[in-house]
């Protein structure tokens, strides 16, 4: 049988194009029928640009095309391997580690059986939304304590409602794009500020009554956290959420890091659990079926958040404006709309 799915085919190209496709899973597996895909700006970027520094654990020497990206997806399942139990044919499920294909493949562990009260087009986010999940776990946010995230990309305003939603008070949005700060303020942040304004760090300072104690750093920018660390508070601690491919930055660590006693932590979406979570440091499942309780609960809603839903044929459009464009939407493909 044959599949179709999205490939960047060379640099900044990306096509949907139709390959051969086994339908019987191998043990320890199932097959899906993709129902919505969600498209990570971020690591696609990093993935059709070419970039070598795409894993945190090696530089590629050589760049090497056709690649595949995606990994957070929604679907059916059409049949299941042997030894599988979780889910059986029928069921619906968000997806871990995918790509943007019609058909998926995927290990028994990385399926989260959906309740019927939640959408395909929801459940296709969350596997993202556990980022800044597991950010602002590891930083141990309590109730009422401050919070700021620098960025107002895709996983920054995620964490703004996930930092809502568990308490932070006040929850400060900054971005340079004013258009951004108006949708952070829509989503729930308290304040939303520039970056470049004059005197920033006192006036986040001021709001807070003297520095803030949690940080999300998204913007995997130098200066930008080299900017935070002048706003947080005593033993304030702060999350590497964005990915700083590029190291070639300097920080004066002991007057900011080291006399406040800042923690600063790696907040890698790999960096967390594999099989048992615990305090600070939950497993990816656990982070999605937190989600699922927190939607149904009526808590969080990221459908509010998408901007563009796109069939996949569009995807060479979609992929073009995603290597040229310096922002870029929350997007989804709607894989029922091949025809």
């Known amino acids: 049988m044959c599949r179709k799915s999205i490939v960047f085919t060379r640099v900044n190209t990306a096509e949907l194009i139709e390959e051969a496709f086994d339908m019987h899973p191998a043990p320890g597996k199932v097959i899906v029928q993709t129902a919505f895909s969600t498209v990570s700006s971020g690591t696609e970027r990093a993935n059709l640009t070419g970039d070598p520094n795409v894993s945190p654990s090696k530089v590629q020497k050589e760049v090497v095309f056709p690649r595949r990206s995606g990994y957070s997806t929604s679907g059916i399942v059409l049949s299941v391997g ?15 580690h995918t790509t943007h294909s019609q058909y998926l493949e995927v290990e028994e562990k990385n399926l989260c059986k959906l309740d019927d009260g939640i959408t395909f087009q929801e459940a296709a986010i ?18 009422g304590e401050s919070a700021i995230v620098m960025g107002m990309g895709i996983l920054g305003m995620m964490a703004v409602k996930l930092l809502r939603a568990a308490g932070a008070a006040p929850v400060i949005a900054v971005d340079p794009v004013p258009q951004k700060r ?13 970056p470049f304004e004059p005197e ?6 001021t709001i807070t009554g003297g520095g803030v104690n949690v940080a ?11 900017t ?6 005593k033993f304030g601690r702060v999350a590497l959420l964005g990915c700083t491919r590029n190291s070639d930055f300097t920080i004066d660590y002991y007057r900011k890091v080291h006399a406040p006693g800042i923690t ?14 615990y305090p600070g440091m939950w497993t990816t499942m656990d982070d999605m079926k937190a989600l699922q309780k927190l939607v149904l609960a009526g808590r969080l809603d990221f459908t509010s958040m998408v901007a563009e839903v796109h069939a996949p044929k569009n995807a060479p459009e979609v992929y073009h404006r995603l290597a040229t464009e310096k922002t870029f939407p929350l997007v989804q493909f709607d894989w ?3 025809v």
Not at 127 to 141: G, S
Not at 220 to 226: P, R, T
Not at 228 to 233: E, G, I, N, T, Y
Request: net charge negative.
């Open 200 to 205: 920033f760090a006192q006036k986040v300072k």
């Open 126 to 143: 969350w596997h993202i939304a556990t980022f800044p999940l597991a950010a602002i776990r590891k930083c141990r946010l309590e109730i």
């Open 216 to 226: 999300i750093e998204v913007t995997g920018n130098g200066k930008a956290l080299d």
């Open 82 to 96: 042997e030894g599988v139990t979780a889910v059986m044919p029928g069921d619906r499920v968000a997806m871990l």
């Open 228 to 233: 935070v660390l002048d706003c947080m508070a």
């Open 336 to 338: 029922s709309k091949l």
């Open 182 to 194: 108006e949708e952070a303020l829509l989503l729930g942040a308290d304040y939303a500020l520039d």
């Open 264 to 277: 600063m932590i790696g907040a890698h979406t790999n960096a967390r659990p594999q099989m048992e979570s």
